[in-house]
């Protein structure tokens, strides 16, 4: 399967670290004219200097109101990954209200404004498109200490169907990926407890976390030609986590 987007335009948030700069590089890599959103300036700096075709964009989505004056000039985009968020893992009683204001302006409002403004633009041009969100596992099961984050997942999964159905008409299609933790350096860290990584891995059939590549090669297809007839779906990349649920 040689996946290519050659005249593409792509967006892609959260993209100066982890899943999303691996995914403005591929998508570099499969002929994509790249749009790269960081809120962290060393970040895009370090990504162009590594893609230098990439369109760098800086912006903090938690302030929703600079969203559209970040991306006005950034043209028409046929391709979106709305991959940024935040995890604050909390649990239930420790949960705070400013926690949850923050998690939720990032991991929800962000992707919904941010794929407004897109999909306006593709209906626009009668062109078509592809959005992947990048949900997560907690938004299928339980979690503990993951009470505000995995609501915001699951949140994220509510709003791509609803886009799949509003959207679809406009040959645009809506999808999401649920992976389960992912070897990003980030979650090295955090989950950097060998007990707690044994206690996770023990409910994932394959006995492992997934590894970024595994992570964009699924967004890859879904924004691809390939996928055609696949919208509205949430797609679990978690080695058969959730499908353990019913054993």
Not at 7 to 34: F, H, N, Q, S, Y
Not at 164 to 180: D, Q, Y
Not at 195 to 214: H, N, Q, Y
């Amino acid at each position: 399967m040689n996946i290519r987007f050659d005249g593409k335009r792509a967006l892609v948030t959260g993209a100066g670290k982890g899943i999303g700069r691996d995914v403005v590089k591929k998508l570099v890599e499969c002929g994509a004219e790249t749009i790269a959103l960081s809120r962290t300036q060393s970040d895009l700096d370090s990504l162009k200097q590594e893609c230098p075709s990439i369109i760098p964009v800086l912006c903090d989505l938690a302030d929703s109101e600079s969203i559209s004056t970040a991306l006005k000039d950034c043209g028409p985009i046929d391709l979106l990954v709305n991959n940024a968020a935040i995890a604050i893992c909390e649990s239930f009683f420790d949960a705070k209200r400013a926690d949850f204001d923050k998690t939720f302006d990032i991991n929800v409002k962000a992707t919904i404004v941010v794929s407004q403004i897109v999909a306006k633009g593709m209906i626009e041009r009668k062109a078509g498109g592809s959005i992947v969100n990048v949900s997560s596992q907690a938004s299928l099961r339980g979690l503990k200490n993951h009470l505000i984050y995995a609501a915001s997942k699951a949140a994220v999964d509510s709003v791509t169907r609803t886009m799949s159905l509003e959207l679809g008409p406009h040959n645009i299609r809506t999808n999401a990926v649920n992976p389960t933790v992912t070897n990003t350096a980030m979650a090295k860290v955090g989950w950097s407890d060998p007990v707690k990584v044994k206690a996770m891995t023990s409910l994932i059939p394959l006995g492992r976390f997934a590894e970024v590549s595994e992570v964009v090669s699924v967004i890859l297809f879904l924004l691809s030609d390939f996928s055609s007839m696949v919208s509205g779906s949430c797609v679990p990349i978690d080695g058969g986590c959730v499908a353990s649920l019913g054993t």
